[in-house]
């Protein structure tokens, strides 16, 4: 692993502190019926599980068990097939277990999540049967154990297949000894595959078969081991290499890989691989505890989802639909793996949606969304393999697009950083597309520089994110063009919007100015003095990253006046201001250019959101949305949105259908954890500000271990909407700066119960000079009532041109208001008036006739000062 011994020893401390004595509450999927022997069964209701090295659907049949495997690396090409589902990704193998149990009572089927375990158990004739079935990552094998409550009682035939032979496709199946072999070649890329299954029964006979089948009987118990593996490797050769079947050439075959995979794993017992991955497992998953109060409910999980909400159940789903993000994504993203595509990895199909690949204009980013925020920073190391192996194509395509689109600025010895990419897959990085801007390369740079931010390594910084960003904003310097005295990007695509090949649109605006910053920070950082860091300089406060609009609304397109002037257009030719992207909105979320430190942004965002609306089935949009409306702290709307994916898109086996039909995509599983998340946590100004989006329906909870900016681990726990108590971990010291009504008047100690020092800001906001490894305790924290804001602010008609006149709807709290403007395009608010007694105010200014545009707040002021958190706004343009 790439951490520092110093991050390391802090990650130990961190887990003692605050992980495994708090994980008490067991978080389970659980079914009274095995899961339909279909496809619909397999997306509805099978279980998933995983190591990195494949991923597993798990049946629990009872007649014959059912467990799909997939291997991202066992690709077709599906280049000329057209409509959703393309060849892409391939399902590696089909695997049974023949039992012939068919007089059954008392089924249970159970993945529990706080093992990492999944379950089956049943009574058949007179005897209990078990299986328990874990997906090692430190052993890269899958493990099965069966027993039944008899000796002699346990017969099975272990038979697995390959599915989808024929179309590119070769394979065969053979058994000798215990061990069966399947083994093939994908045809297009020549990828050889293999997979070895081995049989350890105790007591009882095993017979090995011509048609690759092992039949064990009248055993007391046995276990399986599964082991596979490709000829692929993540290598710069393979993107670089434009001959398909030439790709992996040179890569050793699979089999002495999968060979010694299964040797060492069958050199252990069961229960030290048992071991070895629960250590692995717990290690990450325990880490962060969520709670809610859920009680687990005496219902199947089936049932659970379909009742949602409820008010005896809901919490508990809630709480563990949180940590199946978190369990998904240890699953499917661990270092030495691919990292997890449209669907993870999880696969069934010849022709998946999208080929099951990698885009880059929100997928991806929504894959590793909690990857930080919930405390699993060294999965993202995954990704990290996968990015170093393309972008040497991508700087390729970098020098192409600056000689195609600014050729002044190319650079005759090749030095033109990288270009981001739309999609991509194991084997290829296409170039440009029109459905989405060169904004996906600095789009991968934020989540770089989030890998340094919430880690703070410096080695991390140096070694791994400094490279990359700064590559990407040589790119970004050198395709960026003057255009009425700023930088824009020519071409320009809002993601997936029809309006394409543009100019300057939000989404690359935003991405670019976010990287540069970045650039220039961790310059800083480090010490740097690269060639082209005055250049970035010079040109940050030219790349013009917002634009207001005439609804009030971050414009997505500077071309646009009022919010649904652009935008898809559907059949019928009328606008669709509800599209599945909010691109404009990315320096809100996950960027960290809309903050409460711009607040006049903050008020726009908040406006597309509205404007946005509810309309969006797509699941990864509402997670989406759940992260957006948290950022502007907006609890109820943020909840509303977490339960319509609940409730709409999460299925029995809580995998997200992607917009109905039973569509999987993995993004909104991960997607909804984060923005569960940035409903408990935030840090995006570098002020930890704790429960700024809690909803009225969590009065009650906890949690542990969440990961802020700075590396700070944050847990809460509060009680009828007001917090206890809050413990912050400095895992890598530094300033720590802290939000919370009232923080200055609490009570701060170590854990070790000594005070601690502290500066107040305000009534509000705290600052402390932190040691790594301290643990800093707030308790007694005073209540906080909120200032109730006035609403409904308008402008009365006026016949004066250097006046203004407004009113707006009273706040009951109000002993007077203040009255703000921000002029066009302005980050920020300038007082304008104060102590203002009644619900009206005439505005007056000499200037009125050279300003186009303005947006006016006004907000209330209680007798204690305080003033109310939010305000009411309108925009006024000049006539």
């Known amino acids: 692993m790439f951490f520092s011994k110093k991050l390391l020893m802090v990650m130990i ?60 690396s066992l690709f077709a090409n599906g280049e000329k097939d057209r409509g959703l589902k393309r060849r892409g990704l391939n399902n590696f193998a089909e695997v049974f277990i023949d039992f012939n149990h068919n007089k059954i009572k008392d089924y249970k089927q159970e993945l529990n999540l706080n093992k990492g375990l999944s379950f089956v158990e049943y009574e058949n004739d007179g005897v209990k049967y078990t299986r328990e079935y874990f997906t090692s990552y430190p052993d890269k094998v899958m493990a099965i154990r069966l027993s039944a409550s008899k000796k002699g009682k346990l017969s099975f035939t272990l038979r697995p297949t390959i ?15 215990d061990i069966i072999t399947l083994s093939g070649m994908m045809e297009y890329y020549k990828i050889m595959y293999e997979g070895q299954f081995k049989v350890i029964p105790e007591g009882g006979k095993l017979k090995t078969n011509k048609n690759g089948t092992i039949d064990v009987s009248d055993a007391d118990n046995a276990v399986i081991l599964i082991a596979i593996g490709t000829n692929y490797k993540l290598d710069s050769k393979v993107f670089l290499t434009e001959d398909a079947g030439q790709k992996l050439a040179g890569f050793s075959a699979p089999h002495n890989k999968v060979t010694k995979y299964l040797e060492d794993a069958a050199d252990k017992s069961y229960e030290e691989l048992l071991k070895n991955h629960q250590t692995d497992y717990t290690a990450l998953y325990n880490r962060v505890n969520f709670d809610l109060g859920g009680i687990e409910p005496n219902m199947p999980t089936n049932k659970l989802v379909d009742l949602y909400p409820n008010k005896d159940s809901s919490k508990y789903l809630e709480e563990l639909a949180f940590q199946y993000g978190r369990y998904m994504l240890i699953c499917s993203s661990r270092k030495g793996s691919l990292p997890p595509n449209l669907q993870g990895i999880w696969n069934v199909y010849q022709r998946p949606p999208w080929s099951s690949k990698y885009l880059h204009d929100t997928n991806v980013q929504m894959a590793y969304a909690p990857v930080f925020s919930t405390n699993l920073s060294e999965l993202f190391e995954s990704y990290t393999d996968y990015f170093k192996a393309f972008e040497p194509r991508q700087r390729l395509y970098a020098t192409e697009y600056v000689k195609q689109f600014n050729k002044s600025q190319l650079d005759a010895n090749g030095d033109n950083g990288w270009s981001g990419p739309f999609w991509s897959s194991p084997y290829d990085v296409p170039g440009k597309s029109k459905i989405a801007g060169f904004g996906t390369g600095s789009w991968i740079g934020l989540l770089f520089w989030d890998y340094y931010d919430y880690t703070r390594d410096n080695d991390v910084l140096e070694e791994k994110v400094y490279p990359v960003i700064y590559d990407q904003a040589n790119f970004v310097s050198r395709f960026v063009t003057k255009t009425d005295g700023v930088l824009l990007a020519k071409p320009s695509s809002s993601p997936e919007q029809k309006l394409r090949n543009t100019i300057g649109t939000t989404f690359d605006q935003q991405m670019f100015y976010e990287n540069h910053h970045n650039v220039i920070k961790g310059a800083e950082i480090l010490g740097r003095s690269d060639s082209r860091l005055s250049t970035f300089e010079t040109q940050l406060p030219l790349l013009d990253p917002i634009q207001v609009g005439k609804s009030g609304q971050i414009k997505e397109f500077r071309q646009e006046g009022y919010f649904d002037d652009f935008g898809d257009p559907k059949i019928n030719k009328v606008i669709d201001v509800n599209h599945r992207h909010a691109s404009m909105l990315l320096g809100l979320y996950p960027g960290i250019l809309i903050t409460d430190k711009t607040p006049a942004w903050l008020d726009a965002a908040e406006v597309s959101l509205i404007k946005r609306d509810h ?38 086996n809580l995998f997200n ?26 840090c995006q100004d570098y002020v930890i500000s704790p429960l700024t989006a809690l909803p009225k329906d969590w009065s009650e909870g906890s949690y542990s271990g969440l990961l802020a900016r700075g590396n700070f681990e944050v847990s809460a726990e509060w009680s009828k909407g007001q917090a206890k108590k809050f413990e912050v971990l400095s895992k890598s010291g530094g300033i720590l700066e802290f939000r919370y009504p009232n923080v200055s008047k609490a009570t701060i100690k170590t854990s070790k119960g000594k005070a601690v020092k502290f500066v107040a800001k305000d009534h509000d906001f705290i600052t402390i000079k932190t040691e790594v490894g301290q643990n800093y305790v707030i308790t007694e924290i005073p209540e906080y009532i909120a200032v109730i804001a006035p609403s409904k602010l308008k402008i009365d008609n006026t016949a004066h041109e250097d006046e203004i006149k407004l009113s707006w709807n009273k706040s009951k709290d109000a002993v007077s208001y203040n009255l703000y403007r921000a002029v066009g395009n302005a980050a920020t608010y300038e007082l304008v008036a104060s102590q203002i007694k009644e619900n009206e105010f005439v505005y007056k200014a000499s200037d009125l006739n050279k300003i186009d545009q303005m947006t006016f707040k006004v907000t209330a002021v209680r007798a204690d000062k305080r003033e109310s958190d939010k305000g009411a706004t309108v925009i006024w343009l000049l006539p």
């Open 13 to 72: 401390f961190s887990a003692t502190v605050f992980g495994f004595a708090q994980q008490n509450k067991t978080l389970r999927l659980w079914y009274n019926e095995p899961t339909p022997d279909n496809d619909k069964g397999w997306v509805n209701r099978s279980i998933p599980m995983g190591n990195g090295y494949m991923g597993v659907n798990v049946f629990g049949g009872t007649s014959k068990e059912r467990i799909q495997i997939t291997e991202n």
């Open 163 to 177: 599915p989808f032979l024929g179309e590119g496709k070769s394979g065969s199946v053979s058994a000798k000894g």
């Open 615 to 652: 309309k969006t089935n797509i699941g990864w949009a509402r997670a989406e949305r759940i992260a957006m409306w948290a950022r502007v702290h907006d609890g109820e709307e943020a909840y509303s949105y977490y339960k319509e994916l609940l409730s709409e898109n999460y299925m029995h």
């Open 657 to 682: 259908d992607h917009r109905g039909g039973q569509l999987f995509q993995a993004d909104a599983n991960y997607g909804a954890t984060a923005g569960v998340a940035e409903m408990l946590l935030q």
